[in-house]
T-cell receptor
């Protein structure tokens, strides 16, 4: 069965520091991969997605993620954290066949210290 | 204009009651979803409709019944509410249903926080 694991339910960084949020998937065939962000009391919003050949994907707000097949990973990074990045981040996967659904990870809460 | 809207935003009710949550999208999308987010922020698909046809029905109790009167609307009716139904319910939409895997962006509504007392 396909699944997605996010390591670390909470990540705390200082403003201006590197952000690294981890996501690993388990699937014999590399799935489509997504990162969504949820700000407090709001719905989810797409940050970026891996659905084609380019393994380094750039998203909104300066975030990017790299698909690494050998490591079955799709970690999210941002060079310099901003206070406004504080939110819950979800990694999600979709199988490359008749799936119709996204499987979400358990989420990582990003805290940004001034 | 709000792309995906839900009403109500908050819903507080007693056990055993029946309630409905409404969802509308003005994006012209063909596919709509209902998700449940529990108190630990875990997000799980409940239902999906494509062109008013049900295509995903996860292991959800029969007390939950989605209804799609047209492509722009997907409502969720819940009978005999239980304490465990307390959660935030999100509606979402996308253009494509993902027959060969989901690649389309899903657009989420602001959520409806349901509290069952």
């Amino acid at each position: 069965a396909q699944s997605v694991t996010q390591l670390g339910s909470h990540v705390s960084v200082s403003e201006g520091a590197l952000v690294l949020l981890r996501c690993n998937y388990s699937s014999s065939v590399p799935p489509y991969l997504f990162w969504y962000v949820q700000y407090p009391n709001q719905g989810l919003q797409l940050l970026l997605k891996y659905t084609s050949a380019a393994t380094l994907v750039k998203g909104i707000n300066g975030f990017e993620a790299e698909f690494k097949k050998s490591e079955t990973s799709f970690h999210l990074t941002k060079p310099s954290a901003h206070m406004s990045d504080a939110a819950e981040y979800f990694c999600a996967v979709s199988r490359r066949d008749s799936s119709y659904k996204l499987i979400f990870g358990s989420g990582t809460r990003l805290l940004v210290r001034p | 204009d709000t792309a995906v809207s839900q009403t109500p935003k908050y819903l507080v009710t007693q056990m055993g009651n029946d309630k409905s949550i409404k969802c509308e999208q003005n994006l012209g999308h063909d596919t709509m979803y209902w998700y449940k987010q529990d108190s630990k922020k875990f997000l799980k698909i409940m239902f999906s409709y494509n062109n008013k046809e049900l295509i995903i029905n996860e292991t959800v109790p029969n007390r939950f019944s989605p209804k799609s009167p047209d492509k722009a609307h997907l409502n969720l009716h819940i009978n005999s509410l239980e304490l465990g139904d307390s959660a935030v319910y999100f509606c979402a939409s996308s253009q494509d249903a993902g027959l060969a895997g989901i690649t389309d962006t899903q657009y989420f509504g602001p959520g409806t926080r349901l509290t069952v007392l």
